[in-house]
Each structure stands twice: as C-alpha cells, then as structure tokens.
C-alpha cells in the first residue's frame, strides 16, 4: 500500500514531461531507500516540529555562545550602598579621669575621689595619703597629692587632633585650666598654646594640636581614625539632631554617615553608608541580562547558551561512547554466537543489573571527596555514563544481528563468496543503523536529563562551568525557589523541551524507517 | 517452565556475584571518606591519639584493612547468613535501616503505581483507538513530554504552585510540625497530605512509558487477522475493542506490570531526597554521600536484586499469560 502510494507521488512528480511515453523509465523518479525514510520523515510534522527545535537548541547553544556580549564566566557587579557600623558617640555625663601619676592616682582614688566630689569636699585621704580637690568647673576637679597634682576627674576631655599624637597630663591640666577660666592662651611645657571658644587648641603657628570636648567618638574598627573635620561634623550633627549628612573625606571619597541615638547606652550608633561594589546576584531582567543574572553575578542567558552545548556535548560523547563498545561487543556477539555469545551476553547481563544512579552518585561523592578539577570531572562522567550504558545496546544489536543473520539475502551474500567483513560491514551494520539512530537519538534525551539530575544534585558538572542541571541547582534554596523564577524556570524549560525534541525526532525516524507504516 | 525457572535463578545467582563483586571493588576503589572524618574528628578531641593511629585502629574496626578480594568474600560470608552488618552513617544495623524505611517507600511507590495505571492504561489504549486524530497527538505528546520532564524540574514547579504560591502542601519532609500533638487519624492524614506532591512527581514521571507502551501494543493488536475478524462479524466497535482487543493488549502490559513490581521496593531516590521524604531512596543517597559502605553496599546488591526478580517474572509471566510463548 505504501509502496502504491509512493508511486503515485512519484507519478505526480513527474508529470509535466509530457513528452515520455508512458513506459518509458524516466517518467518514474527513482527514490533511494534513504531518501525515502527522509521523505516519509519530513511528512511527519510533529517529528519536524522536533528537528526544527533541536536545531534552534544547537544554534542557541553553539553559535549563541558567540554572539553572546558577555563570557560564560564573565562576573558582574553593581555599586550598592552598604551601610556598615562606623563609630559610637558618647556625650560623656560621668567624671573620666586623666592620670599625672599612676602611683598616687590609681583606680581605687578614682573613686574616692568621685565619691568627695560629690559630697562637695575639697579634701580626702586614702591609705595614709592626703589629696586636695580643687573646682575648675562644675565638671572638672584637679586631684593633688603633697602640693602637686597626680590627676584630673573631668566630664571635657582633651584629645589629640593628629593620627598619632598624644597629649599629656600637664599639657591637658593646662588647657582645663584655661578652658575654665576662660584664657585665651596658656603655656604647657614650656611653649604657649592658644586655646579658642569651641575648645581647639593651636599652637603660635596656627596648627591645631588638639582639642577640648564633651564628646567622645570611637571608632568601631579599630584601624579607622577620624579627621578633626569629620568629628566635628559628627558632634555638631549629634547636637543639631541630625539623622544623616555626606562628607567627602581627605580622599575624595564620599560617604553618607547615619546616626542613630541608642537610649540604652545613651550614645549614636554613627553607620558609614558607603557605596560599594559588589557581585550582581539575582539582578531581575533587564535590558542588560535579559533574564537577569544568577548566584555569582553572572549573565543568566550566557550562561545558559554554555550550559546547553555542554549539557549536548555530554550528552553525544556519552552516546558516542555507549554506541561504540555496544556495536562492537552485541556485533560480536551476534556474528559469532556460541560461547562467545554466552560470555558477552552474561557481560551484558551484570552491566544491565548495575544501579546507575547510585553508582554515579558514589562516584560523584568520591571526587567530591578528592578534590577533582571541574573539567576533569565531566571526563570522568563521560566515560563513566558511557561504561555503564552500552549494555542495552549491544543487547540491540545482537538481537538485530541474530534475526538478519538468519535471511536470504544474508545466505545470498554467503553463496557469493562475499569476505566476511565485508559482510559484517556493508550488509548487516546498514541495516542495524535504522534501529540504533533510534535508540541513540532517544539515548540523547535520557542521557541529558540524566547528567542534568547529577548535576542538580550536585554531583556532575560543576562551577565554573554551566550546565542546565547545575544553573537549577540553584533551586535548593527556597529563597531562589520563591523570588527568583528567572533563575531555574528558563533551564527546566531548555532542559525539557531539548529532551522532548530528541524523543519526538526518535519517534520519527522509527516510524519513517518502518516500511510498514501506514502514512 | 520449573526447569527454566531453575536456569534463570541459578544464572541469576552467578550475576548477582559479579555485580556484588563490582560494586564492592568500587567501593573499596573510593577514598574512605567516611573513615577519614570520623578519625580526624576524634583526633581532635583533647588528649586523643593522633590521626594515623586512629585511622589505623577504624581500618580495621571497619574491615577496610586486608584486600578488595578477601574483603568481598568476608562481606559475601557474613550476607549469607544474613549479616549486612552496621551503617556507619545511621549506626544501627543495616536491615533495621532498612525495614525502618523501606515500607514508606513501598507504600509511596504502590500508591504512586496504582495511579499510574489508571491513568496510562486508558489513555493509551483511547489514544490507539483514534490513531492519528487530535486526541491521539495530544496524548503522545503529554506522554512524551512526561518521559522527558526532569524529575526534580518537575517537583520544584510543584512546590512553586502548590506550597509557596497556594501554600497547600509543606515544601519537604514526612510530618508537619505540630503532628504530635494530632489525634492518630490526623497523624496519619498529615502524612498522606505531605505525600501528595511526591505522588503527583512519581505519577506524572513515570507514567509516560506505560502510555506509549500501551498504545503501542493496542495499534499492533488493532492490526491484527483476528480483529478484523471480529469486525467482519459485525460486532459492534465497542465490544471490538474493549472485548477483543484490550484482552490482548493486557498480554504484554501484564508481562511489563509484574516486572515493574519488585522495583518499587527500591524507592524513588531522587523524588524523596527532593521531598526529604526519609524512605529508602532517601536513606541510601545520604549513606552514599557520606561513604557509608555496608549501607550502600546492601542498598546496591538489593536494587540489582530486584532487577533481576523484575526481569525474570516478566518473562515467566510471558509464558504464562500469553499460550503461544512457550519457554524451554
């Protein structure tokens, strides 16, 4: 029936040369058996359907990869505010003390100095030593022992403007003390000071040497040191009640500080709002990435190009490998039968009952725990998926080669003296082929969806390279599963409509390689 | 057929030996992570022996030290009489890992089977019957797209729809958090509504081959002289196909059903570890992960097992269902 319906299209084919006589030859347009599978291949249009999106998926994959802006592993960032702790600010309320002599002014005088402070008298004595108080101000009082003062117990401390300077115990008595009575210069250790309304201290050049304030600014790091200006602009923001300013440091570089005023420590947190670059992770689509980019700030459609050629080279040489050891072996098997026959088979037999998932799983373990180089890695899962699934081929092939073995056009090759190589080549492999394009093309699918799995789990290709397995790996974590749809959605998609291809087209060719089918 | 059945057994035995034995020596291949961390991790202790001195003293509490062949013959003496010795990673025996979480997944899997072939069968069969038409392309093609969805693909889409946006399900795990305080019939319902979405993955998965299995076969029998036959009698299209023809059909069907049986014993280790469903699928992924050989060592041999039982009541029950097969 089909071969009357073959020639009927051949018929109308030829039909304009009128000038043939009807039995002439070249009316009939004689078809190769290829051409055939091809013709009946092409008016199947579901597997069509499937040809045209397996080549889209290998122009996507192959070429995209360089048409594509960016590279596979190109790393993306954006400047992003940051706001990080910076400093503290403490209006100091209690009495701090600066020590002149550590032997006379120890901690426990601390105290019984605050506490005669307190009591409002001028005088104490602790372990047989006498200390007089003397009132500056309403907060400060100088402690002195035998005449001579050993400490200050002030809520106004003096700090050093430089980085690096310090300030010392007469040099910061002496500005108290001027500060208090409300001179304008004072001498300290033998050079004169002036000492301005705010509480700044210079000396004759004009250089401030330090200053006087209520304030005391820490730094959080321990390596930050705050310019005077900076301090300023922080105390004043604190006494003006400011949330937040923007200063441009000695570097030019801009920050916008935050305060915040902490009532249980009875300070402003300060926070450096700094801009900073940082990795483009989980950026949304956008002119830019068109599906936005993934964990590692990397273009999602780029990466999806590179994770489709390598998902389909896996996915080939897999196949490759699977068609190759199970030509051989099932041809061998089937031609020579007998013992030979029984051995192989028995072969097939325990590669057949071998778990395939869990083995690859193990494996995949193992070079977690050996620390395997990425690429080395996909080799290795090339070769071993390859190992572990040409087993159903070689069954395929020795069935196939058995039954053809036993036809007349196998006896006829016999009878004429044909080598037996040549036979094995040129008459019973070309009619192997049909059924094993079949099953390698539906091979391609599972094998894909099966590196995509290890892959997912994390147990297959691995970063830096891209797979459409590993780019849904992300997945695992809710977050991504929740916000990000642009991350996995797109790869599932690949992923499924590449396999859904292969089989369709599989599909194809076995109906267009059947003779016996009705269309 | 009982001396058949004897052949295949015996030959059985002989693969299961050889696929043991691969294993085994694969597993032995393997760095011993396992070992390693526990003998690093006690050597940290304080006052503890140093790391070799551990490692030496697990290799040999573990039975790593002699080589891979003695090794699988101790391993092989001790399965004989039923000794699979302890996890490592679950330190408890084996067997005990095994029944605690086997049976969950069995009950997964049958569940999951049921509906597969109330679902598959009926399609394949309707698909068949109007080769060729809009049904029958939208069925093989649901049937294909089932074969070619990946599994976890598949289950993350589930859990988008049904836990995160609809919020009906759980994302993972057997039990909810407040299933201690349920009444022995909530306990139970809890679970059944946590492995909803496990079902539905296996269901939808697996259920595309037997589809296509189905039709397959129904187009071969609709082909067939005695159809035709029965079409010249004048009997009613009806009883044509779902007297003459479906019998037929379930020839095959049967054979692929009571081959897929056994296996649902191995569990559904990619769906359970996305669900965190703690079945056997579940249990030996993390034994694996982990190194744990007698765990996977027993979970291996027992999937190869199962295959083989699989392979040989499918072609038993060939001889059995269909009269023109006869097996010497």
């Known amino acids: 029936m089909e071969d009357m319906k073959d020639k009927k299209d051949m018929l109308e084919t030829a039909a304009p040369s009128e000038e043939f006589s009807l039995s002439d030859d070249r009316r009939v347009k004689v078809l190769s058996p290829g051409q055939l599978v091809l013709k009946r291949f ?27 802006p960016y590279e596979e592993d190109q790393k993306f960032y954006r400047v992003d505010a940051q706001a990080k702790d910076y400093a503290g600010i403490v209006h100091n309320e209690e009495f701090r003390y600066t020590v002149g002599d550590k032997e006379l002014f ?71 003390r001027a500060k208090a009575s409300g001179e304008k210069t004072f001498t300290a250790e033998g050079n004169e000071y002036d000492i301005g309304e705010d509480g700044i201290i ?67 947190d300060v926070k450096q709002e700094i801009d900073t670059k940082v990795f483009d992770t989980y950026s949304a689509p956008s002119k830019e990435h ?77 070079m977690d725990a050996a620390n395997v180089p990425s690429f080395t890695r996909m080799m290795y899962m090339m070769i071993t998926l390859g190992i572990l699934g040409w087993a159903g081929v070689a069954r395929l092939v020795r069935g196939q080669i058995l039954s053809l073995r036993e036809q007349e056009f196998m006896t006829a090759t016999e009878a004429c003296g044909i080598a037996p190589s040549r036979r094995i080549f040129r008459h019973l492999i070309p009619n192997v082929m049909p059924q094993l394009i079949v099953y390698m093309t ?78 | 057929m009982r001396k058949y059945i004897l052949k295949r057994l015996l030959q059985s035995v002989i693969i299961l030996f050889f696929v043991a034995f691969i294993i085994y020596a694969l597993m032995r291949c393997l760095p011993t992570s396992f070992i390693e961390a526990a003998a690093r991790q006690k050597s940290m202790q304080p006052g503890s022996k140093s790391y070799e001195e551990w490692m ?37 025996p084996v067997l005990t890992k095994f029944n605690d979480t086997v049976w969950l997944s069995f009950a997964m899997g049958l569940i999951s089977f049921i509906f597969e072939l109330i679902i598959a069968i009926p399609l394949g069969i309707i698909a068949a019957t109007k080769q060729y038409s809009k049904t029958d392309y939208t069925i093989s093609v649901i049937a294909l797209a089932g074969i070619s969805l990946p599994t976890f693909f598949f289950a993350s ?68 002289d005695y159809i035709r036959t029965a079409r010249a009698k ?11 023809a479906f019998r037929n059909t379930l020839i095959p069907i049967v054979t692929i059903v009571g081959g897929t049986l056994p296996t649902l014993f191995s569990g559904a280790l990619i769906t359970e570890t996305l669900f965190a469903i703690p079945g056997i699928g579940y249990a030996s992924y993390q034994a694996m992960i982990a190194g744990d050989i007698p765990f996977s060592m027993f979970f291996l041999v027992f999937t190869a097992l199962l295959t083989l039982i699989g392979n040989l009541i499918a072609d038993v029950l060939y001889a059995v269902v269909d009269p023109r097969v006869r097996i010497a």
């Not at chain 1, 889209?56 to 070429?63: E, L, P, R, T, Y």
């Not at chain 1, 974590?477 to 959605?489: A, E, G, K, M, S």
């Not at chain 2, 697990?58 to 996890?87: A, E, P």
Request: proline fraction near 2%.
């Open chain 1, 42 to 68: 092409f008016r199947n249009r579901l597997a069509v359907t499937g040809m045209v999106i397996l080549l889209a998926m290998f122009i996507f994959s192959f070429v995209g990869g360089l048409l594509s």
């Open chain 2, 234 to 244: 004048g009997l009613s299209e009806r009883r044509v196909i779902y007297h003459h």
């Open chain 1, 202 to 268: 210079t000396d004759k050049s004009g250089t401030e040497i330090a200053y006087v304030s209520q304030y005391i600014v820490r730094a959080v790091m321990s390596d930050v040191f705050f310019s005077r200006e900076l301090k300023n602009q922080l105390i004043d923001a604190v006494e003006a009640g400011q949330k937040s300013f923007e200063y441009t440091d000695e570097n030019g570089v801009t920050a916008e500080y935050i305060l915040k005023y902490d009532a249980a420590n009875k300070s402003w």
């Open chain 2, 56 to 92: 030496e003293q697990l290799t040999v509490m573990y039975n790593m030290d002699g080589s891979i062949i003695s090794g699988y013959f101790k391993w092989l003496g001790s399965m004989l009489r039923g000794d699979f010795g302890d996890s490592w990673k679950y330190t408890v």
């Open chain 1, 442 to 519: 539906m091979g391609l699918g599972t094998t894909i969806i099966l590196e995509a799995t290890l892959s997912f789990l994390g147990l297959g290709v691995r970063f830096p390279f891209a797979s459409w397995g590993n780019i849904i790996n992300d997945v695992n974590d809710t977050f991504v599963l929740t916000n990000y749809w642009f991350i996995w959605i797109p790869a599932g998609v690949l992923l499924l409509i590449t396999v859904l291809a292969f089989n369709i087209v599989g599909d194809g060719l076995r109906d267009a390689f059947d003779p016996k089918m009705k269309r």
């Open chain 1, 106 to 176: 120890k901690s426990t005088v601390h105290a019984q100095a605050l506490k005669a402070i307190l009591q409002g008298k001028d005088s104490f004595e602790y372990k047989g030593t006498g200390y007089t108080l003397e009132k500056l101000t309403d907060d400060a009082y100088v402690v002195s022992s035998g005449g001579s003062p050993v400490g200050i117990a002030s809520k106004e401390l003096v700090n050093p403007s430089a980085q690096d300077g310090s300030v010392s115990f007469e040099f910061s008595l002496a500005a108290l």
């Open chain 2, 157 to 224: 889409l589930l859990k988008l729809l049904f836990s995160v946006k609809l919020g009906w399900f759980d994302l993972y795990g057997l039990i909810g958090r407040n299933y201690d305080q349920l009444s022995a019939f909530g306990q139970l319902m809890d679970k059944a509504n946590h492995l909803v979405m496990p079902i539905i993955t296996l269901v939808v998965v697996s259920m595309g081959a037997l589809m296509r299995y189905t039709r397959t076969n129904m187009l071969e029998v609709l082909n067939a």
């Open chain 1, 290 to 366: 068109w599906l936005g980019t993934d964990r590692n700030g990397m273009d999602m459609l780029t990466r999806l190009m590179y994770g489709g050629r390598i998902s389909l080279i896996i996915g080939f040489v897999v196949v490759f490998i699977e068609a190759l050891i199970g030509v051989v072996l099932g041809g061998i098997a089937g031609y020579f039968g007998g013992w030979v026959d029984g051995l192989i088979m028995r072969i097939v037999d325990v590669f057949y009952c071998l778990p395939f998932l869990p083995i690859m799983i193990i494996l995949g373990a193992a």
